[in-house]
């Protein structure tokens, strides 16, 4: 009988717990994330998730993001980056392009409010 040498087992690959990009940029605020605690894969969707499965599952990491004592820095960051994928302080990666898409109308908007001022100042 042929006898093989032991080889340990395959376990499946675990996804890395989710932290910044650039740590050195994003400061100490990741340390604090109550997701550190989490799977992964509660904040970032699975290939060819179905709508209803996604749904659920954004539910659930939104909820781990409402109790995070650091939700509002965590947001800031997936702004910033922009970071494309995932639930990031308790926003999907849809609502995030919203608010990117608001802050720009809103910096126009202010920018030509400025520029108004400017002109009916100098004349």
């Known amino acids: 009988m042929l006898h093989m040498p032991h080889q340990p087992l395959q376990v499946a690959a675990v996804p890395p ?6 740590e050195d940029q994003a400061g100490p605020w990741h340390s604090e994330a109550v997701c550190r605690r989490d799977e992964a894969g509660l904040f970032f969707a699975p290939s060819k998730e179905p709508t209803a499965a996604r749904l659920s599952r954004e539910e659930a990491a939104k909820q781990v993001c409402a109790r995070c004592p650091v ?15 995932g639930v990031w302080g308790g926003l999907t990666a849809a609502e995030r392009r919203v608010v990117l898409a608001r802050r720009r109308r809103r910096d126009i908007e202010l920018k030509a409010a400025s520029q108004a001022g400017r002109i009916a100042a100098a004349g």
């Not at 717990?17 to 650039?22: G, I, Y």
């Not at 939700?71 to 994928?85: N, S």
Request: glycine fraction near 0%; include cysteine; charged fraction near 35%.
């Open 71 to 85: 939700m509002v820095e965590c947001r800031e960051h997936a702004l910033d980056q922009p970071e494309p994928y």
């Open 17 to 22: 717990q989710r932290t910044p990009a650039r």
